[in-house]
């Protein structure tokens, strides 16, 4: 999206840096083994993420990416490595460490009834996540409305329930829901994965446009590879919990160097 390039040369530290991360679940225990098995989701992952960059991760489903990012926001309790955001060890924060990095790196789900309570109006949504972050203090609900018109929606729909929305909008309403508070990161899983293909281009535009008005980095997580190709600046390829490859884009696309990023290109060629 950006013209975003890794920036190690030039002595810039990376907005997200991840070594060595894992994420291994237990699995319930089959006859006499001795040592408790374990499913390696996520089995030593690193990268760095630049300000301003999007970088694409992508791989067959059950790969590994979602838990990556799931673990790099929080959501989850890492088995293992090491998360810097910003020089901030993300593993060390208390709760109110946790609750100032929400504001700075916010989720988009794949599904934004994971980021919308059907029981909230949109505006009372909006209104609670910049109450509770300290933002929009002189007119909350002005600046609700505000956030709403500029992902492309009616001020007249702050008084709406998430069940009145086609798909499309309630991925906006979520887009709006993560921006809202001011963020400089954003994880974006599998983003527009359930929406017709006119409103995928719609979403992806929106994007676009956030992280060229606000300066925004994003983590995107998808397994359409032309339009990860479209949209990232670098991307890594997960297979069976690890990065196995990770470049600028038009150089992996064409010239994958690991044989599993040349497999899954040749499938969709």
Not at 48 to 60: A, C, I, M, Q, Y
Not at 176 to 186: D, G, I, M, Q, Y
Request: net charge neutral.
């Amino acid at each position: 999206m950006s013209a975003g390039t890794s920036k190690g040369a030039e002595g810039i530290e990376p907005l997200l840096s991840v070594r060595g991360l894992k994420k291994h679940f237990p699995v319930r225990r089959r006859g006499f083994a001795r040592e408790p098995p374990v499913l390696k989701a996520v089995d030593g992952v690193s990268f760095d993420l630049w300000r301003g960059e999007t970088l694409g991760l992508v791989g067959e489903s059950g790969c590994g990416k979602t838990t990556t990012a799931r673990a790099v926001a929080r959501l989850i309790e890492s088995t293992e490595g090491a998360i810097r955001f910003d020089g901030v060890d993300v593993g060390s924060l208390d709760r109110n460490g946790l609750r100032v990095l929400r504001a700075r790196m916010q989720f988009v789900f794949q599904d934004p009834f994971g980021s919308l309570n059907p029981r909230m109006s949109v505006g009372a949504m909006l209104v609670e996540a910049l109450t509770v972050h300290g933002l929009g203090q002189s007119d909350p609900r002005a600046r609700a409305i505000d956030l709403l018109e500029k992902v492309g929606m009616s001020g007249d729909h702050i008084d709406r329930y998430p069940h009145e929305f086609s798909g499309g909008q309630r991925q906006r309403l979520g887009i709006t829901r993560a921006f809202s508070v001011e963020p400089e990161f954003l994880v974006l899983d599998e983003p527009v994965s359930a929406l017709d293909v006119s409103v995928q281009a719609q979403v992806v535009n929106l994007l676009e446009d956030l992280q060229r008005d606000l300066g925004l980095s994003y983590l995107f997580i998808a397994h359409d590879l032309a339009l990860v190709e479209h949209v990232s600046d670098r991307v890594g390829v997960m297979y069976l919990g690890r990065i196995v490859e990770i470049a600028a884009a038009a150089d992996l696309y064409r010239d994958p160097k690991h044989p599993y990023t040349r497999a899954l290109l040749s499938a969709v060629l």
